[in-house]
């Protein structure tokens, strides 16, 4: 599986952004990517998003693309940082 993240956004107009990340879980160690693909599965980015997000558009957001198979087309998400469970958050920091 390869993870892609792109982040943006910010407080009230300050905008940041951080570099994209390009995430293989196949050279990861077995528990970190165990853990990547849980969390960055499509089915679990997709109920995600459907998780209400009020105060959102001032937030970080985290545009996640995931190709599980190459020979398929990719999985594109974006979420706001309100969405997403603190243990992923950390997922994306350490990355």
């Known amino acids: 599986m390869i ?3 792109r982040s943006h956004g910010g ?3 300050i905008t940041a952004a951080a570099p994209p990340r390009r995430i293989d879980t196949d050279a990861q160690p077995a528990d970190r990517r165990a853990a990547l ?3 960055f599965r499509p089915g679990a980015l997709s109920q995600l998003a459907q998780t209400p997000c ?3 558009p001032d937030r970080m957001r985290y545009a996640i693309t995931v190709t599980e198979d190459p020979t ?6 974006t979420l706001s940082e309100g ?13």
């Open 3 to 5: 993870i892609e993240i």
């Open 54 to 56: 009020p105060g959102c």
């Open 37 to 39: 693909c849980a969390a």
């Open 72 to 77: 398929q087309s990719p999985h594109s998400i």
């Open 83 to 95: 969405q997403l469970p603190p243990e992923m958050l950390d997922l994306i920091d350490s990355v």
């Open 11 to 13: 407080f009230g107009g």
